[in-house]
């Protein structure tokens, strides 16, 4: 059997908990990292599986990639083999297109394999293709690659014609190296933007603007090594903190930027949970009695998309009527399915979750069909009455540091079991 996280709800959890780098910043630095011929260190860089698929296409195409400890890896790409990206495991993660905006900005061609992910609705690059061709690319998606080449790249003003975050950090790689000034409005301005900015910054780009809706790039000869610390991930520190909530816990979250946190503590509070923050903390105490409230997903600083089925689970234990409202990804409700097994009490119609609050959950056999849904059917799991057998995992690792691990220092009952065997004998102890 393939392995299955097996958890036993009740348990409020208790204690402190480090948060990993940000991922979702790392998959945009890494790549970035292809931009100079010089030693990159990247520090704090999780080890996740999606991370260390990019680190291993880097390794396919030429980069000298060396782990200097387990969150911190030297890059050197000063003699690339091939400026092709094709890679089995490179096809499974949406962030492999990364790699054409860097490629095509050193190199002035890229090839690479389309990316794929996690199954929660079309995530389009006509951004991409429209920014790329802006600044003098010719790109053609043919055989199932996404091929782009130009004789140079010039500075120009670009408009997104909507708010995306892949699209942003690729013309960003793209842009710092092409002649003159670009200019990219209506851009996403999550915390990742302001991190691989301010990386590529460090590298001796001139980036100004990332974090507002208008992006300036001055176009630089070249850019030279860096040692850079990636951002500490929201999205974990998010999933925690709805886990104390959920469990009715008190969880001490270290290692974050509270700022980043605000959206999520916000809507925790109006909950009727109890939320501190400090200077690289939060503190989260999950109240006795919640209540209902309405969620809407919006680009940042609005509420992440990644957080919505954590916060779904949270509401499902919650007293009254919530709603939900997804408006970025159009399938991020598969896992509704998936919690009715359970017996909470969602309906679904378009993009909005109508969630009526139940007293309690129980233990289910589940699968994780996203990285997002597979932890947050954990933290359901935590929550609920009997065992719960959460399959398909490999999603959650895609994203998640030692999840199990954390989970259990804070007093969770999970293993990860391989046989059924370990299934069995941990129904037996429970």
């Known amino acids: 059997m393939n392995e299955v996280f097996v958890m036993k709800g009740g348990n409020p959890l208790r204690g402190d908990v480090v948060i990993s780098g940000a991922k979702n910043a790392a998959l945009g630095i890494v790549a970035g990292a292809l931009l100079t011929d010089e030693e990159v260190i990247i520090e704090n860089l999780p080890d996740v599986r999606d991370i260390n698929v990019m680190l291993e296409a880097l390794k396919a195409i030429g980069a000298k990639v060396h782990r200097i400890e387990s ?18 495991a490179i096809r499974r993660i949406r962030a492999s297109y990364y790699f054409i905006g860097a490629l095509l900005g050193k190199y002035h061609q890229a090839k690479v394999a389309l990316p794929g992910g996690c199954a929660i609705g079309e995530r389009p690059i006509d951004q991409h293709i429209k920014g790329f061709t802006a600044l003098g690319a010719e790109v053609e998606i043919s055989d199932g690659y996404f091929v782009a080449k130009a004789e140079e790249l010039v500075g120009q003003h670009i408009y997104l014609d909507v708010v995306s975050v ?162 970025i990804f159009e399938n991020r409700f598969l896992y509704v399915e998936e919690l009715k097994k359970m017996g909470a009490d969602i309906t679904v119609e378009d993009r909005v979750a109508t969630i009526l609050g139940q007293e309690k959950l129980q233990g289910a ?15 359901a799991g935590l929550a609920a009455e009997g065992v719960t057998v959460l399959e398909d995992i490999g999603y959650i690792r895609r994203g998640y540091e030692f999840f199990e691990k954390k989970l259990m220092n804070l007093g969770a009952k999970i293993i990860l079991a391989k046989t059924e065997e370990e299934v069995e004998a941990f129904r037996r102890e429970a």
């Open 166 to 327: 892949g699209a942003t950090i690729n013309l960003m790689l793209a842009a710092v190296l092409a002649d003159g000034q670009t200019i990219i409005e209506n851009v996403a301005k999550e915390p990742h933007i302001v991190d691989v900015a301010n990386f590529l910054n460090s590298m001796g780009a001139n980036i100004r603007g990332a974090g507002t809706d208008t992006i300036r790039i001055r176009g630089v000869e070249r850019l030279h090594g860096t040692t850079y610390g990636v951002i500490p991930d929201q999205i974990e520190a998010g999933t925690f903190m709805c886990a104390a909530a959920v469990t009715r816990g008190n969880i001490l979250i270290k290692n974050i930027i509270p700022k980043h946190m605000e959206s999520i503590a916000a809507k925790l509070r109006d909950m009727g949970n109890t939320v501190y923050e400090g200077d690289e903390e939060i503190q989260v105490i999950g109240g006795e009695k919640q209540r209902g409230t309405k969620i809407k997903t919006l680009p940042y600083p609005g509420f992440p998309t990644d957080m919505q089925p954590q916060i779904a689970v949270t509401l499902a234990l919650a007293e009254g009527k919530s709603t939900v409202t997804e408006s």
């Open 365 to 379: 056999t589940l699968h994780a069909l996203d990285l997002r849904a597979g932890a947050a059917l954990v933290l």
């Open 71 to 88: 969150h911190v890896v030297s890059i050197q790409a000063d003699q690339l083999s091939m400026k092709s990206v094709d890679d089995d």
